[in-house]
Structures are given as structure tokens and as C-alpha cells.
């Protein structure tokens, strides 16, 4: 029975999200922005119509070329993740430091900027775009990977109403697959799928009850025999506990025994939610299970540029665009059909041919024949292709205008004659998109503080990680190391257990998220900064500054270093 409704409630939060309007209206949005950036800018109606009438179908793509421009300004500008203590405590700015090189770890492992330009550029197009975040096994062990996922294949809570997702109850995310992949992730509930559609029943349709005329979902192809299978991840709320240790750390939990494990704990209770990770393919639930991650959010990180104030669906970059890049490519369609053709008017008996005639008076080196006496005169479209082109520029214009990124921005030739015109719409192009860039830094935070919860969740064992400069020199970096006395023997501390140097799973102190410019290492970072305070005139002496470099001989050079030339300059 309990099956049953988890099985009706993440089936009903699909369903009704991919009915719902303001779903269907940014997936139509979104399907048309994505055509108009690729150049598919005229239906196949529209092809037809002007094959019959002789006219071409002429693309100028104006709308590629200004998101490849914003979208290049991202990866050029790339940030990275920062950890900082709050309390500014040396021990924690140490371990601090440490969780921001591994987190750059993580982030070269998976090409975690790559990655990010995916979100951002679908974003700028689709509206909304997604990163997912998890921990997966591989022949090494355990590893952390950040993954963009396509828009198409998540479905959104179409009631959700903040730019970072946090009030949605769930978000939904389909896959298909064949039967040999769904027996190997789902053996206990694969036969029961296999039962459906041997019964051939109503299992894979799901019905849209409130569409206008009754469309359904399908969760079996027959022509490649595939399965659609989503994934639901929901929040529900539950009963709580604030647990206090005696060392002051506080951490809430849904595990009663956790929580009372030490009876020196004081703990409170409380309701709050949680997150559910859920599976199922037209009647079978295939699995449910309560999120396996200790941060307690969905795993699928959006990046949102736009929300409609109505409805609330996202839209991007490109949706105020379209209608002046469609009426740029029909104006410049007019005007060549114009300039390749003529009106003739002649007497019947003018010509021999008119066959003829029509094809020579296309022509601007034509010869016509015509008989004496007979009015023949041919018209030129000039003046009505000049009217066309007219409204041509100025839906380029337009363009320019809606986009937010004027030509002087990537140094195009315009209108604008003055230095101070020039400029100023220099600066509005930058002023327009710092709203993309800011929804940008949201979710790198939010991804961020992800990253940092699974770290400190999983890299638990000893280790040591290695972090390459633009030098080629490898700065080991070391993880959980037991603080051992002098006599070899391992500390231990107030509770028993082991202490640990640079112990990343202690919750002991606060970490900040921040972003910082993309560098290979935080020892790269630091040197930045040295060089900067230098430049501002405070006296570093050069010990330090070889010190904070990654150089493979930098021994040598520091011993090379005489008293005189190690003073303060």
C-alpha cells in the first residue's frame, strides 16, 4: 500500500508538471529558440509558400554570433570556488585552504568549467538550464562528478517561484533505456516492467487530463524497445533532530539513534524537509530511497536567466529577439526576390516568345526583340527593394536593442560617429549582461556548497592529491592524516578517536563560498596576491615569494639566496 501512494505521488508530480501550461509553453519556446540559434529560422510552410513563388529562403543568423559572444566572455573570464574560515582561525584557514584544492581537484577531474559553459549558454538560449552533482564508483573508488544535463530531459515544478529553486517540492528527470540497462540498475522491479508490456495494458500511458485534447505520455518505444524511466526527487517533511555536542558542534540529523548516540548530546526536535530520490516506469515503481547525500537538496542544479512574471517559466536571451531576426530574413528574401525580377507590360502581339521575353527581362544583360509599333515597357523593383532593405536595418537594429549587446561592444562598425556614443553603448552592453553573469555566480555557489558537503561526506580516508601548475610542478596536497607524538604514537582526542592533520570531515567551523579567478592551485593564487601587495608597495621579501611558488628547484634557489638579497624590498 505505502508503494502504491509513493508510486501515485512522484508519478502525479511528472505528470502534471510536463502538463502543465507554463511547461508546454517554455518547452515550444524553447524548441523555437534553439531552432532560431541554429539557423532553422523558417517553418517548412514558409519554405514552401516562397518555393512557389520563386523566392529564396535567406538566413542572416544575427542571434548566434551575440550568445557565442556572451558565452565566450564566460569562459574567457572563467572563476573557480573558493573555501574560506569565517572565524579566520589558523588551523581552519589551513584546512580552509585544503578543501579548495580539492575542490579544484574535482573540478579538473571533470572538467568542471567545460561544464559550467554548457549551463550557461543553454541557459542564455532555453531560459533554464541544469548541472547535476553526485558521487559515483568507479575503478579508482569513489569520485565526485559534475555532469551539465540537458533542459529537455528535466521536468521543473511549474510552482516554483525563486531564482535559485529553493521553494520547488520536486524536479523530475526522464531517461530511456533498453532492457539490458534496466534489469542491471533495477533487477528487483525489471520483471515487473516486462509484465506491463507483455499484458500490453494501459501501464506505459499516462493520461493529461486537464489538455485540451486529452494527450498522453508513453513510457514504452516499440520501434527500438526502449523505456522511459524518471527519476523523482522530492521533498518531504519529516521529524528532525538538532543535535548539540559536547564540543559545541551542531549538525541536524533524521536518524533517531544517530542523534542519542551520546547521551551528553543535546538534542531538539523539530520538523523540517527531506529530500527522496524516486524511480518508476508507467506502473512499476522501480525504486525509492531517501536522498544518500548529507547536503539534503536536489542533486540537479539549475541555472535560471529569466522568469516570466506570470507564470513563472523561464525564458532566455533569444525570446524578444526572434520576431526581429524573422523579420530581418523575410525583409532580405523580399528584396532579393525584388532585385532578381521585373514587370513587363507589353501588347499581346509585342514579342514572338513570351516565354522568352519573361527570362531575358530577368536577366540585366537581357536582349529583347520586340515589334514595331508594339508598347513594350519593363519596371524594375528597385525602389521597392531599397524599401525592404530600409526594414532590413532596422530590424537589426532592433535586434541589437532586445539582445542588450550593441555593435560598438564587440567592435563592429555602427552608426555611432562619437567617442562618448561609443563608449556609452559599450558600457550598456556590459550593464545588460551582468544579470546573466550574476544568475551565474548563484548557481556556482550553490554548486559549491555542494561540492563541499560531499567532500567532507566521502573523502573521509587518507590521501593525498596531486594539483598541476602552469610550470608543470605537482603540489602534493594531504587529506586526513593522523597527528601521530614523537614516539610514533597516534593522537587521540577528547572522544576517543584518532586526530587528524587537515581533516575535512570536522564541522567545527564555518566555510564561506566565494569566487576567485580560475587558477591551477590556491599556492598560484597566493603568489597573485603577493605580487599584488608588492606592487602596492609593502615589502615582501623575495624568500617569500619563491617560497609561495610551485617551482621544482625553488630549494636550490632559496639556498642560493644570500642574507643581503633576502631583505625586505
Known amino acids: 500500500m505505502m508503494e502504491d501512494k509513493n508510486l501515485q505521488k512522484i508519478k502525479k508530480f511528472y505528470e502534471d508538471a510536463k502538463l502543465s501550461g507554463s511547461y508546454q509553453k517554455w518547452l515550444k519556446e524553447s524548441k523555437e529558440s534553439w531552432a532560431f540559434y541554429d539557423g532553422e529560422q523558417w517553418s517548412e510552410d514558409e519554405i514552401a509558400r516562397l518555393s512557389e513563388n520563386g523566392q529564396p529562403a535567406i538566413v542572416i543568423n544575427k542571434l548566434a554570433s551575440k550568445i557565442d559572444n556572451i558565452a565566450g566572455s564566460e569562459i574567457s573570464g572563467r572563476t573557480r570556488i573558493l573555501y574560506r574560515s569565517r572565524s579566520g582561525d589558523k588551523r581552519e584557514e589551513e584546512t580552509a585552504r585544503v578543501l579548495s584544492d580539492l575542490a579544484l581537484y574535482v573540478s579538473e577531474q571533470n572538467e568542471q568549467g567545460m561544464e559550467l559553459s554548457n549551463v550557461f549558454k543553454e541557459g542564455l538560449i532555453a531560459g533554464i538550464s541544469w548541472i547535476d552533482v553526485g558521487v559515483e564508483e568507479n575503478t579508482e573508488g569513489m569520485s565526485l ?24 517540492r520536486f524536479v523530475c528527470r526522464e531517461r530511456w533505456l533498453d532492457s539490458e540497462t534496466l534489469m542491471q540498475m533495477f533487477p528487483n522491479a525489471y520483471q ?126 533569444l525570446r524578444s529577439a526572434i520576431d526581429p531576426q524573422r523579420e530581418l530574413n523575410k525583409r532580405r528574401s523580399k528584396a532579393m526576390h525584388l532585385l ?17 521575353l519573361a527570362r531575358e ?56 560617429t562619437s567617442g562618448i556614443a561609443i563608449h556609452q553603448r559599450q558600457q550598456a552592453s556590459a550593464l545588460n549582461q551582468m544579470f546573466a553573469f550574476d544568475a551565474l555566480r548563484r548557481t556556482k555557489k550553490a554548486l559549491g556548497k555542494a561540492v563541499l558537503s560531499m567532500i567532507r561526506q566521502f573523502f573521509t580516508n587518507q590521501m593525498v592529491i596531486n594539483i598541476t601548475d602552469d610550470l608543470g610542478a605537482a603540489m602534493a596536497v594531504h587529506l586526513n592524516v593522523p597527528v601521530m607524538d614523537e614516539n610514533g604514537t597516534v593522537i587521540l582526542n577528547e572522544n576517543g578517536e584518532p586526530l587528524k592533520h587537515n581533516d575535512v570531515s570536522l564541522g567545527v567551523f564555518d566555510i564561506l563560498v566565494e569566487e576567485v579567478r580560475d587558477v591551477n592551485s590556491s599556492r598560484e593564487l597566493e603568489l597573485e596576491q603577493l605580487n599584488m601587495l608588492m606592487q602596492a608597495g609593502v615589502p615582501i621579501s623575495p624568500k617569500l615569494m619563491v617560497d609561495a611558488t610551485n617551482l621544482k628547484n625553488k630549494e636550490e634557489i632559496l639556498r642560493s639566496l644570500t642574507p643581503e638579497k633576502t631583505e625586505n624590498i
Open 192 to 317: 515487473d516492467v516486462l509484465g506491463q508490456k507483455k499484458q500490453n495494458d494501459k501501464a506505459f500511458s499516462g493520461s493529461f487530463l486537464a489538455a485540451p485534447n486529452k494527450q498522453t505520455i508513453s513510457y514504452l518505444n516499440d520501434t527500438d524497445d526502449t523505456f522511459l524511466v524518471v527519476e523523482v526527487q522530492f521533498k518531504k517533511t519529516e521529524k528532525s533532530y538538532k543535535v548539540t555536542t559536547p564540543r559545541g558542534e551542531i549538525f541536524q540529523t533524521f536518524n533517531k539513534e544517530i542523534a542519542f548516540a551520546n547521551l551528553e548530546n543535546k538534542v531538539e526536535s523539530l520538523f523540517a524537509t527531506r529530500v527522496y530520490i524516486g524511480y518508476f516506469s508507467g506502473d512499476t515503481l522501480l525504486d525509492i530511497r531517501s536522498m544518500p547525500y548529507n547536503f539534503n537538496n536536489f542533486t540537479l542544479i539549475p541555472y535560471i536567466y529569466k522568469r516570466d512574471k506570470k507564470d513563472g517559466r523561464p525564458y532566455g536571451l
Open 145 to 168: 562528478f559534475n555532469r551539465y544535463e540537458d533542459a529537455s530531459h528535466v521536468v521543473w515544478d511549474p510552482k516554483f517561484r525563486r531564482a535559485d529553486y529553493s521553494d520547488a
Open 340 to 356: 532578381n525580377t521585373a514587370q513587363v507590360i507589353a501588347d499581346i502581339d509585342a514579342v514572338d516568345d513570351p516565354n522568352i
Open 361 to 416: 527581362a530577368a536577366r540585366p544583360d537581357g536582349v529583347i526583340l520586340k515589334r514595331p509599333g508594339k508598347d513594350l515597357r519593363i519596371i524594375r523593383n528597385s525602389d521597392l527593394a531599397a524599401s525592404q532593405v530600409a526594414v532590413m536595418d532596422q530590424a537589426s537594429r532592433d535586434i541589437q536593442e532586445v539582445v542588450g549587446l550593441f555593435d560598438e561592444s564587440i567592435g563592429k562598425h555602427s552608426n555611432a
